[in-house]
């Protein structure tokens, strides 16, 4: 049983690095390896199919991980955080970006697709404005760096095929553009709470 056990720990761990197949096939390599002498028996197979449920289910999407998009209100806090401190910077940009509304989020499964558009404009913003070089600035392009890869991470579990891509989007100037992230952060704030 404790051979199970950490085995059953060690699929798990793999579920996170590896896809749902991969993981069964090394878990029912194991079971050879454990069980050399003998015929594949009981516990065996039941450990088998344990484990490849474990590794189907563990992909599915949680129940109301479609709204939240694997973003915390912890994240959204964050980030209007962030917003506030560039406030100033953003809004002296001269630049035009893709800023969609909340009315062109016609669908909930495209709420991180947008979200992910925003962060990619809000790099941008950040780019171009190289005169500010100092650590704060730097931690939070980091911040948003690790945020966006987080929502692709995502991207790859939600059907996106149906939204329109970030260069379908309204372009419009720094200060609309801030509005509108930040009612699109107000409604992934509702969403998540």
Known sequence: MTGFLTVLLFCIRLLERRTKKSVRWICLFWGFHYYPHQRLNIELWNC????????ATAHLPIAGAAETHGMTIHDVKELQSELKNLKSTIEKSDACLYAPTNDDIYNDHCIFKFMHCYLLELEVVLFEDMSVTDNYHDEIKTSIYHRKKHLEEHERQ???SRCSPCEAQRVANSTIFLYNLERLLERIGQTVS
């Open 158 to 160: 939600y059907n996106s």
């Open 48 to 55: 088998f199919i344990i484990l490849s449920c474990l590794s």
